[in-house]
Antibody, heavy 125, light 107 residues
Framework: EVQLLESGGGLVQPGGSLRLSCAAS????????MSWVRQAPGKGLEWVSA????????YYADSVKGRFTISRDNSKNTLYLQMNSLRAEDRAVYYC??????????????????WGQGTLVTVSS | DIQMTQSPSSLSASVGDRVIITCRAS??????LNWYQQKPGKAPKLLIY???SLQSGVPSRFSGSGSGTDFTLTISSLQPEDFATYYC?????????FGQGTRLEIK
């Protein structure tokens, strides 16, 4: 069974940092691009970042570019999101999600299944 | 960025009803349109990919259609477990964007 399990969320002060992890199992992790999607409380879904299967290509939403860094360790089957200079508006549940090929350029594979259960990030003083 | 607009934003319906949710893209996205279902406190679940392909394990009462800029998600006969929020998502260009969601409530 394909499973994704996020961790690392919590309360952080504005300007602070946090690193999220997503442990994957049940599939050949390095063969798939991965993404982070977030959802502010009571709001809709917002794509945050993506990374190719090899880890060599990364993409970011403008809202997090320069502050967040996506990475992966294929030897540990784990996806990461390093979040720096956090703002109140970054408060959200962060989900990791699996794309359908290793190549993020493949338009036909950029749908997400499955998703992890999510981890809540709260930015407040 | 491609904007995705869903209508309606909320909908009340009864068990057994046929429901149609629409999603419009601000520019043509061919068939690169996916649909998700989300229940309160849970992660989104993929229902339809590539506009009309039913994800494995999803009941056949769900169907998708459309291409270009206009798409629909149809639930042929609502079941109690279908009351949830539905999102469309375009995968044609980066950044990936989602519709604002359609909340389906029990009448």
């Amino acid at each position: 069974e394909v499973q994704l399990l996020e961790s690392g969320g919590g309360l952080v002060q504005p300007g602070g940092s946090l690193r999220l992890s997503c442990a994957a199992s049940g599939f050949t992790f390095s063969s798939y691009a991965m993404s982070w999607v977030r959802q502010a409380p009571g709001k809709g879904l917002e794509w945050v970042s993506a990374i190719s299967g090899s880890g060599g290509i990364t993409y970011y939403a403008d809202s997090v570019k320069g502050r967040f860094t996506i990475s992966r360790d294929n030897s540990k089957n784990t996806l990461y999101l390093q979040m720096n200079s956090l703002r109140a508006e970054d408060r959200a549940v962060y989900y990791c999600a699996k794309a359908q090929s290793s190549n993020w350029y493949d338009l036909g594979s950029r749908w997400f299944d499955p998703w992890g259960q999510g981890t809540l990030v709260t930015v407040s003083s | 960025d491609i904007q995705m607009t869903q209508s309606p934003s909320s909908l009340s319906a009864s068990v057994g009803d046929r429901v149609i949710i629409t999603c419009r893209a601000s520019q043509s996205i061919s068939s690169y349109l996916n649909w998700y279902q989300q229940k309160p406190g849970k992660a989104p679940k993929l229902l339809i990919y590539a506009a009309s392909s039913l994800q494995s394990g999803v009941p056949s009462r769900f169907s998708g259609s459309g291409s270009g800029t206009d798409f629909t998600l149809t639930i042929s006969s609502l079941q109690p477990e279908d009351f949830a929020t539905y999102y469309c998502q375009q995968s044609y260009s980066s950044p990936i964007t989602f519709g604002q969601g359609t909340r389906l409530e029990i009448k």
